[in-house]
T-cell receptor, first 115, second 111 residues
Framework: GAVVSQHPSWVICKSGTSVKIECRSLDFQATTMFWYRQFPKQSLMLMATSNEGSKATYEQGVEKDKFLINHASLTLSTLTVTSAHPEDSSFYIC???????????FGSGTRLTVV | GDSVTQMEGPVTLSEEAFLTINCTYTATGYPSLFWYVQYPGEGLQLLLKATKADDKGSNKGFEATYRKETTSFHLEKGSVQVSDSAVYFCALQTGANNLFFGTGTRLTVIP
């Protein structure tokens, strides 16, 4: 079946540093990938839609300069949290839709802790 | 706008108990409805779905029926197991890229 692989699964970083999270479609091509953020005890909120070869589309309230998204190939999208702060600590999940008969397929998520 | 309202929980049940997690929705048009499950330390997995009114989605003993008249998609299982302990998310999709989630319900099943 279609698989979305996300790395790392967890990361701890210091305030002020940047962290990159990778999302790969392993056996299909994804022109579009989605990045979600999940706060504790809350739902997933769509942050942005990543488009291969063009700029990402950000949801209202999401800082473009803080959450840099790059979708340089049909199988890889990256989310970079720049100048991370403790309030950026969260669970980040990516997803893609492998094809018309598939639903959203999610990566395993990345738990970011900023100290 | 489109939204999903889900029973908050947490829910704690004994093994073999009956489970219901309520989910209602607000949507324009005719959404598809989903239940996702998130096991500890893992990402979301699709549990079941229904794409039109009166459809029943089912998987792993879980069921949910798309009720347009009550705008509901309640999740049920007749006999839960410890391995069902997870967070369950109700979601709706109205367009190609519009997937809206409920807040999630944490289920803990005790032996």
């Amino acid at each position: 079946g279609a698989v979305v692989s996300q790395h790392p699964s967890w990361v701890i970083c210091k305030s002020g540093t940047s962290v990159k999270i990778e999302c790969r479609s392993l056996d299909f091509q994804a022109t579009t990938m989605f990045w979600y953020r999940q706060f504790p005890k809350q739902s997933l909120m769509l942050m942005a839609t990543s488009n291969e070869g063009s700029k990402a589309t950000y949801e209202q309230g999401v800082e473009k300069d803080k959450f840099l998204i790059n979708h340089a190939s049909l199988t890889l999208s990256t989310l970079t949290v720049t100048s991370a702060h403790p309030e950026d600590s969260s669970f980040y999940i990516c997803s893609a839709v492998p094809g018309p008969t598939y639903g959203y397929t999610f990566g395993s998520g990345t738990r970011l802790t900023v100290v | 706008g489109d939204s999903v309202t889900q029973m908050e929980g947490p829910v704690t049940l004994s093994e073999e108990a009956f489970l219901t997690i309520n989910c209602t929705y607000t949507a324009t048009g005719y959404p598809s409805l989903f239940w996702y499950v998130q096991y500890p330390g893992e990402g979301l997995q699709l549990l079941l779905k229904a794409t039109k009114a009166d459809d029943k989605g089912s998987n792993k003993g879980f069921e949910a029926t798309y009720r347009k008249e009550t705008t509901s998609f309640h999740l049920e299982k007749g006999s839960v197991q410890v391995s069902d302990s997870a967070v369950y998310f109700c979601a709706l999709q109205t367009g190609a890229n519009n997937l809206f989630f409920g807040t999630g319900t944490r289920l803990t099943v005790i032996p």
